[in-house]
């Protein structure tokens, strides 16, 4: 099943690409749980950074707030399409995730800002983390990005626009390092398998190739050419 591109017709006007990337993630956290050994387990997470903003219901005609104090601009939670696997080790903690980037994570500075600042505190915290980057009409590469903050400038700029990565913290504080497997993307050519490294649990593979076929199988989707 090679590559589609879900964010241009003739394929967005079949299905949104966040429906695409709700399904896949469903269908990614059940191959997971077929393989992930017991105390871990995966499950999808999605969300929407539209908000149809709180207390726009009808209020009380006996009485009604005054205008309030101070309002500043604030950014909500961007668009969270992502697969999350968690262990369970004395209580339950994140051992790896899986994220499928969006076109709202990509178009403002505040909304890559938000991303990478998420994905660091996974790799600070030493959980396993990928992240998939199939989106056609931004051009901003999130993993260059999250090289630069933090702190590996050492690292020459990728700038690949369609791109996976896995990323794999490993060791202690002062010995600490942080283990890295790219692989560009192209439309119409098969997806790759990836590792996703579990703290303080094994390597599981991720077979993007064989979920992503089984979401347009399961979807209904048109298989040809992109």
């Known amino acids: ?38 105390g871990f387990r995966a499950s999808p997470n999605v969300q929407s950074g ?17 205008p309030a104090t101070i309002t500043l601009p604030f950014e909500l939670a961007e668009d969270v399409s992502e697969v ?19 076109e709202r994570n990509k178009d403002r500075p505040e909304a890559r800002e938000s991303f990478v600042a998420k994905c660091e505190t996974y790799l600070h915290n030493g959980t396993g983390l990928i992240i998939f980057d199939g989106v056609t009409t931004r051009t ?36 600490a390092q942080l283990e890295i497997w790219r692989e560009k993307l192209a439309l119409g050519s098969p997806l790759p398998t990836l590792p996703l490294w579990l703290l303080y649990g094994p390597c599981v593979p991720v077979e993007l190739e064989a979920t992503y076929e089984d979401t347009f199988r399961q979807l209904r989707l048109p298989t040809g050419d992109a």
């Open 1 to 38: 099943m090679p590559l589609r591109d879900h964010f241009c017709p003739p394929l967005r006007l079949e299905l949104e690409w966040h429906s695409f990337h709700n399904a896949w993630a469903t269908f990614m956290a059940t191959a997971l749980n077929a393989r992930l050994p017991e």
């Open 50 to 66: 539209e908000s149809s903003g709180a207390g726009n219901g009808s209020q009380s005609e006996s009485w009604q707030p005054a």
């Open 84 to 102: 999350l696997v968690h262990g369970y080790r004395d209580g339950r903690y994140l051992a790896g995730a899986i994220e499928l980037v969006s």
């Open 140 to 175: 901003a590469n999130l993993h260059d990005e999250l090289m630069a903050r933090v702190g590996r400038s050492n690292v020459a700029p990728w700038g690949e626009r369609l791109y996976v990565t896995a990323y794999r913290p490993i060791g202690k504080n002062g010995s």
